[in-house]
Structure formats: C-alpha cells, structure tokens
C-alpha cells in the first residue's frame, strides 16, 4: 500500500505545460497555492519583475523580465498579467503580452485577460536558485488608468509534485503617462 500512495502523491498536479489560466493573486484570482500550499505565501527569497517602467507610454513596447530567487528552488513556473488597475476598465487587459523566448507562452482570451506563463522547456534552471522569464508587454494605446502587473511564482523543489514547493507573489503598478 505504501508504494500506491508515494505514486499518487507523485502523480499530483505538476503543471509542467503551464498553470490553469487566472492563477496570478490578482482580482481575486486564485495564485500556485491553490494547489502547492506546503509553506507560507512569499517564505523566503525573493519575486521581482524588472523592466516595468514607472510610467508607461501609450504604445510604447517593454521587455520585462519575472525572477525569482529562493535557495531551493530546482525548477520554476509562473504566470503574469497585465491589467488596468482602476477606473471604468478595472480588471481588464491593459496592452498585450508577447512571448519573448520559449521558456515563454501566452493563453490568450480567458474571460478577456491574457496571461504569460511557463513552457515545459521553461521551468528548468540552469542553476539551482535562481531562474528568470523575459515577457514583452506593450501598453495599452486606449489609455484610461495605471496598470498592474500580477505574477505569481513555483519555485519547486523538482520532485513533481504539489508538496514542498514556495509559492510567491508580486505586483507592480505603471503610472499613465510620463
């Protein structure tokens, strides 16, 4: 009995494709721990999104850069969007997100959001601690508020399965206009 409890436990939702769609923490989305709740939210290391400017420019195009860092990390996933973060379009997709390499994909068109999230090639590290995604995000051109960038991180321990991971989060608002 014990070897069909270690398989099933094994066998546990990995995501190695990508999470299920709206998985960032924001709006009220569900975020990793949804599935991999081992640990506290954001225990140890760090999630950062770089390249995000202060304020952006109506069409303007950015190449932003989701890193985290945490001293077990093995293997890592995420998902990010990029939405207005307040007035009338609250919510709802703010420019457009493009995939930047092939550790990279997008899920376009869920209830209107698209999300970036992992490949399969792209939650393998090529050095434990650490891994990065590059997103390009151009923003919006019909400008009606800031916009928030959500992310949501794995950073796995690569023993495919749900237990044992570190599940951050993080965002980051673009003011309209500079």
């Not at 995000?52 to 109506?58: G, L, M, N, S, Y």
């Not at 709802?92 to 869920?110: K, P, Y």
């Not at 792209?122 to 916009?147: L, Y």
């Amino acid at each position: 009995m014990p070897a069909l409890l270690s398989a099933a436990a094994v066998s546990g939702r990995t995501y190695l494709d990508g999470p299920p769609p709206a998985h960032t923490g924001g709006f009220d989305e569900p975020n990793c721990r949804a599935c991999h709740a081992d640990y506290p939210l954001n225990d140890g290391g760090t999630l950062t999104i770089e390249g995000a400017p202060e304020r952006f420019q109506p069409g303007q195009t950015y190449q932003l850069r989701v890193v985290i860092r945490h001293p077990e990390l093995r293997r890592a996933g995420f998902q990010l969007s990029a939405r207005f973060a307040d007035g009338p379009a609250k919510g709802r997709q703010a420019g457009t997100l493009a995939v930047a390499d092939a550790s990279v994909a997008t899920v376009i068109e869920h209830k209107g959001i698209t999300y970036a999230q992992h490949t399969r090639a792209g939650t393998a590290t090529a050095s434990p601690g650490e891994h990065a995604w590059a997103i390009t995000w151009t923003a919006p051109t019909d400008v009606s508020a800031d916009v928030i960038l959500h992310v949501a991180v794995n950073a796995a321990n690569d023993d495919l399965s749900e237990f044992g991971d570190r599940i951050h989060t993080s965002s980051v608002v673009v003011r309209v206009g500079g």
